[in-house]
T-cell receptor, first 115, second 114 residues
C-alpha cells in the first residue's frame, strides 16, 4: 500500500513553454502533498505544501506564479512550471501524507529538461 | 525550529563491513525521525522511522537506527554492507504538529567497494 505515482517520469520541453507534472496517491487519500526540487548531488528542497481544496503554501524564494500548484482532489496534485527556462531543469519529486497521518510517501520523481 | 545534520557527505565501506551513517538533530520538542534511501533517478524509499516508541528501530534491508536523546542522534547502521546498499541516504525530522512537513539533512552517499 501507500503508492504514489508521478507522470511523466521524464519530460523535455522548449524554453518558454509550460509543463504539467501530476502526482497521484494510488491507494490512499492524501490531504496534504508536498513538492520538492532536487539538484544533482543535493538534498531535497521543499518548494510548496499543497492542501486539498485550498491554496498551496510556498516556501520562501519559490515563485508561486511560476510554479503553479493545484490540489483538486484527495488523490491528485499537479505542478505546472510556466514559461520554463533552462535553469528550471531539475528533478521534481512529490510526496503525499494520508489523512490523519504524518508519514510522507514519495513519488518516483520527474526529470525535467528545458532546452 | 528543528534541523538535521548528516556528518559526512560521502562514506565508503568494503562489502561485508559495518555501515554507519551519522545523523544529529536539533528540536525543542520530541521529534519524529526518518531515514530514507534514494537510488539514482528515483524517489525516496523509507528505511525506518522513530516515533517515540522503542529507541532502537529496525528497518528494511537489515538497517537499524538508535534514537539517543542525550546525544540528539539517530545514526543508521547495518552490520554487513552489500553492493546493493550503494545509494544516497537522507535523515529527516518532523514534529507531531507539522502536518508531516519534513526537514531533510544534506544526504550521505554510500559507496560499497568489492
Amino acid at each position: 500500500g501507500a503508492v504514489v505515482s508521478q507522470h511523466p517520469s521524464r519530460v523535455i520541453c522548449k524554453s518558454g513553454t509550460s509543463v504539467k507534472i501530476e502526482c497521484r496517491s494510488l491507494d490512499f487519500q492524501a490531504t496534504t502533498m508536498f513538492w520538492y526540487r532536487q539538484f544533482p548531488k543535493q538534498s531535497l528542497m521543499l518548494m510548496a505544501t499543497s492542501n486539498e481544496g485550498s491554496k498551496a503554501t510556498y516556501e520562501q524564494g519559490v515563485e508561486k506564479d511560476k510554479f503553479l500548484i493545484n490540489h483538486a482532489s484527495l488523490t491528485l496534485s499537479t505542478l505546472t512550471v510556466t514559461s520554463a527556462h533552462p535553469e528550471d531543469s531539475s528533478f521534481y519529486i512529490c510526496s503525499a501524507v494520508s489523512v490523519g497521518s504524518y508519514e510522507q510517501y514519495f513519488g518516483p520523481g520527474t526529470r525535467l529538461t528545458v532546452t | 525550529a528543528q534541523s538535521v545534520t548528516q556528518l559526512g557527505s560521502h562514506v565508503s565501506v568494503s562489502e561485508g563491513a559495518l555501515v554507519l551513517l551519522r545523523c544529529n538533530y536539533s528540536s525543542s520538542v520530541p521529534p519524529y525521525l526518518f531515514w530514507y534511501v534514494q537510488y539514482p533517478n528515483q524517489g525516496l524509499q523509507l528505511l525506518l522511522k522513530y516515533t517515540s516508541a522503542a529507541t532502537l528501530v529496525k528497518g528494511i534491508n537489515g538497517f537499524e537506527a538508535e534514537f539517543k536523546k542525550s546525544e540528539t542522534s539517530f545514526h543508521l547502521t547495518k552490520p554487513s554492507a552489500h553492493m546493493s546498499d550503494a545509494a544516497e541516504y537522507f535523515c529527516a525530522v518532523t514534529l507531531y504538529n507539522q502536518g508531516g512537513k519534513l526537514i531533510f539533512g544534506q544526504g550521505t552517499e554510500l559507496s560499497v567497494k568489492p
